[in-house]
Nanobody, 122 residues
Framework: QVQLVESGGGLVRPGGSLRLSCTAS????????MGWYRQAPGKERELVAT???????NYADSVKGRFTISRANAKNTVYLQMNSLKPEDTAVYYC????????????????WGKGTLVTVSS
């Protein structure tokens, strides 16, 4: 069984910074890509940023230049450094592990964390 545990959410003022972390644990052999998604109240879940094992990154236009995603492959950990936060960044942020290969499964699958709340407010 693979588990993803996020940390680092909280309340921050507009213009502030937060750093999210997510670690995947279990019988993991490899993870193709890891990423962050978010869901604001009343809205659908949307992509924030992803990073592959080869450090190729992809960002939503709304966070480009403000957020930075990085990954520690040996630790199965992904980070999201969020700077210049805006009230519209308020959401539950979910960690995703894409195409995970494990010791016990014959196929690849995706896993999700339970989410961490980020609130940007003065």
């Amino acid at each position: 069984q693979v588990q993803l545990v996020e940390s680092g959410g909280g309340l921050v003022r507009p213009g502030g910074s937060l750093r999210l972390s997510c670690t995947a644990s279990g019988n993991i052999l490899s993870i193709n890509a890891m990423g962050w998604y978010r869901q604001a109240p009343g809205k659908e879940r949307e992509l924030v940023a992803t990073v592959t094992g080869g450090s190729v990154t992809n960002y939503a236009d709304s966070v480009k230049g403000r957020f930075t995603i990085s990954r520690a492959n040996a630790k199965n950990t992904v980070y999201l450094q969020m700077n210049s936060l805006k009230p519209e960044d308020t959401a539950v942020y979910y960690c995703n592990a894409h195409d995970v290969r494990t010791l016990t499964a014959a196929w690849l699958r995706d896993y999700w964390g339970k989410g961490t709340l980020v609130t940007v407010s003065s």
